[in-house]
């Protein structure tokens, strides 16, 4: 999840586009490999962009953040189906999609993007736009570990930091991304009386 359209400046919502992201790719499939050699409940998926998924994938990733996210939006800036769509649909748009390993369907996934973040032409991140789990599926570290994927793969690019946005009125999400991931509030969230925070995780640190 991004912040509501017409709250970022428009250039905050460009797509970075690194000469290196099929390298990158490369590296999410080899990252993703690593777990398929675990005994392991799940099977992971990449997808380089939404068009490579089937239909049914696609849908199931809309109707699974409608579940999960729509009351909450609604106590916010407002659910708008048609936007989210296009969200999740747009070309920069890339997943990670956790599949059960005996029944094949899927039970979660991460969608995320490289960004150029504000104006600093030197500051390139990942941004994790959505990240839902099944009900059936939760408190079994599926969070945790594409959250985990997320963050290696832009390590493997070069990104500065992962960063993502949280709903105030989503007190577990900001929960799990703060005390099990890490995460910190950034410099550039808003204050006051704004509906959400911008989280960070700096991959590279300056020295101290």
């Known amino acids: ?78 659910w708008n189906a048609i936007e989210k769509r296009r969200e999740l649909n747009d070309a920069g748009a890339r997943f990670i999609v956790a599949r059960s390993a005996s029944t094949k369907q899927p039970a979660a996934f991460v969608h995320f993007r490289f960004e150029q973040e504000d104006e600093h032409l030197d500051a390139p991140v990942g941004y994790i736009y959505e990240l839902q789990c099944e009900a059936a599926h939760q408190k079994r570290s599926l969070g945790e570990i594409l959250v985990t994927l997320v963050e290696k793969l832009s390590k493997i690019l070069g990104m500065d930091a992962v960063i993502l946005t949280v709903l105030k009125v989503n007190v577990s999400a900001y929960g799990f991304y703060t005390n099990k991931m890490k995460y910190e509030i950034d410099d550039n969230s808003p204050g006051g009386d704004c509906e959400y925070l911008i989280l960070a995780k700096r991959l590279n640190p300056p020295p101290s």
Do not use: I
Request: hydrophobic share 35%; aromatic share 12%; with cysteine.
């Open 1 to 78: 999840m991004r912040a509501a359209s017409g709250v970022l400046r428009a250039q905050k919502q460009r797509e970075y586009e690194l000469s290196t992201v099929r390298g990158g790719e490369d590296g999410a499939h080899d990252v993703v490999s690593a777990l398929a050699s675990l005994p392991w409940d799940y099977a992971f998926e990449t997808y380089a962009s939404c068009r490579e998924m089937d239909e049914a994938t696609r849908d199931w990733c809309f109707e699974l953040t409608k579940t999960n996210m729509r009351a909450l939006y609604e106590q916010t800036w407002g």
